[in-house]
């Protein structure tokens, strides 16, 4: 990003470099001078925790004994959406880069999808809180012809539990974890702080990984962590959410060997495994799986969580899966049958056609193909617009954009969130990527804070709307200054707030 153009309203020369600096040094020190970061401590479950004493929250006051957990980054992005207008009815005028979904209609050359739905009278029962037999059959199979070819250790249905979505599948694992400690990364997939601190017995313990090693888990640090802090599950998403980064050939296999070198339990998030961009145009159509370095599916104790949701851009039909030892599979039926009690029975019957090995290959390619287009167009775009990204993504649909070196306010992501707002347009602050956001005493501390995740699983007009609504926001920095921002975001549809009395 070039740093002089910009300049304070009222002024027509452009600022120079050190008076920009100065700017953003004496606005926005900390979070009480930002009207954005206001209005997210004021929304339930977000107040800053272990202040004494605590500030009410009239919305944290639920019923007797229910404490609010807060709203996830998710809901807290569709609020404000809507309290700037966005509805349903009103979705297609906006550009939702902050959806966490990719786009679920036909793509050049992907095989067609079902339009409609057997239901046969056995699929009114319930399914067995594993699954369909079936269906787990058809999941091993898959996993032993895309990884696992000429291995004497196959999968067997044994090896599958049916989940009704990827976060149950994460909420059935956290509920048979005992009373250790579970690593997991930050930046990564927001819904583990939830997850994981929902289930009481386990101890989460984040470790920040860092922009300077490309958010590279370090193999060595992680053997180290192992032994020194006793570590016994390791909780990640790979590829990786929001960064765009993916643990494979050697370094997985290395992973997955220090798994089984120390017992240690590896949960591996394996949603964006098809999301997979080479440079080189002959690699494409691979995906990557821990599956491909297990010795022995048995004791290996590596857990996979996988579906339907992303991959094969199924997210309302629910049904995916986890795979993992015969043993925990069985303790998974237990806790599925107090959390969820099962998949939908006849999507289940739906999906077992989808999962065939052949059908597989032409869905990967053709999602690979389109997706790392749109990918490329993204990158391209915000390059002109001076966004260039320092650590494009090579997998998954994530951008993970600093903004580091545009002037403030909007160089924080939860104010360039309230801005492009204003322009019908959704992003997700990378604050909620951080661990738990509202333990921090300054939000403005968090390594997270100066980014926004924007998603390109949207359609590619969709992308173009909101690439758009980012170029008016830079167009009037540079042209208005910075006196615009910062300010005026509206509490409800009807309201622009009134944060005075908030600030001190
Ligand atoms: C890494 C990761 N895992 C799991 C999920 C959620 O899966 P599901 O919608 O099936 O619960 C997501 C969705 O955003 C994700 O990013």
Redesign the pocket.
């Known amino acids: 990003m070039s740093h002089t153009p910009y300049s304070r309203s009222g002024r027509s020369t452009p600022l120079s470099f050190r008076d920009v600096v100065l700017d953003v040094m004496k606005n926005f020190k900390h979070e009480k001078e930002s009207e954005a970061h206001r209005i997210f401590r004021e929304s339930a479950g977000h107040k800053p925790k272990g202040l004494l004493p605590q500030t009410v929250n009239l919305d944290e006051e639920t019923v007797p004994g229910i404490i609010h957990p807060g709203s996830t980054g998710v809901i807290y992005c569709s609020d404000r959406a809507m309290a700037n207008g966005f509805s349903y009815a009103s979705s297609h005028e906006w550009a939702n880069l902050g959806q ?2 990719p786009e679920v209609g036909q793509i050049p050359d992907a095989p067609l999808k079902p339009s409609t739905i057997e239901v046969p009278t056995d699929s009114l029962e319930y399914a067995p809180t594993t699954g369909v037999k079936a269906l787990r059959e058809a999941v091993a199979e898959l996993y032993n012809v895309t990884y696992r070819q000429g291995k004497e250790s196959q999968y067997t249905y044994e090896n599958v539990c049916i989940v009704p ?6 909420s059935r694992v956290a509920a048979v974890v005992g009373d250790v400690y579970c690593s997991y990364q930050v930046p ?2 927001t ?1 583990y702080d939830q997850v994981l601190s929902a289930f009481r017995r386990l101890v989460p313990v984040p470790t920040a990984l860092e922009e300077e090693t490309k958010y590279k888990l370090d193999i060595a640090q992680t053997k180290k962590d192992i032994k020194n802090q006793g570590l016994e599950v390791i909780l990640a ?1 790979n590829p ?2 929001p960064t765009g980064q993916v643990i494979k050939d050697n370094d997985l296999k290395e992973l997955v060997a220090l798994m089984r070198e120390t017992s240690t339990t590896l949960v591996l ?1 394996e ?2 495994s098809w999301y997979i961009y080479p440079e080189d145009e002959a690699e494409l159509g691979k995906s990557v799986s821990s599956a491909e370095f297990i010795e022995d599916v048995n004791s290996d104790s590596i857990v996979i ?1 996988d ?1 339907l ?2 991959n094969w851009r199924l ?1 309302g039909w ?1 049904v ?1 899966w986890v795979i993992g030892p015969k043993n925990l599979v069985t303790a998974l039926s237990q806790s599925g049958s107090f959390l969820d009690g099962g998949a939908n029975h006849p999507l289940q019957l739906a999906a077992i056609p989808l999962l065939d090995p052949e059908r597989v290959k032409g869905e990967k390619l053709a999602l690979q193909k389109h997706f790392k287009h749109k990918r490329d167009h993204v990158l391209r775009r915000l390059e002109r617009l001076g966004l260039k990204v320092s650590i494009p993504p090579t997998s998954t649909f994530y951008v993970w954009l600093s903004l580091e070196n545009l002037p403030a306010p909007i160089n924080n992501g939860l104010t360039f969130f309230e801005e492009l707002l204003k322009e019908k347009t959704i992003v997700i602050p990378g604050i909620f990527f951080d661990i738990n956001p509202a333990h921090r005493r300054n939000l403005f501390n968090s390594p997270c804070h100066h980014f926004v995740r924007l998603s390109f699983g949207p359609p590619l007009e969709d992308l173009d709307k909101g690439l758009d609504a980012i170029g008016r926001v830079l167009k009037k920095a540079k042209k208005e200054g910075m006196s615009g921002f910062g300010h005026s975001y509206k509490k409800s549809l009807d309201s622009a707030i009134q944060l005075e009395k908030m600030s001190k």
């Open positions: 966490g979904a979505g990827g976060r149950a599948g994460l990564d997939y819904a998403s990786r959410n998030d949603f964006y969580v579906g949701t992303k997210p629910r995916c």
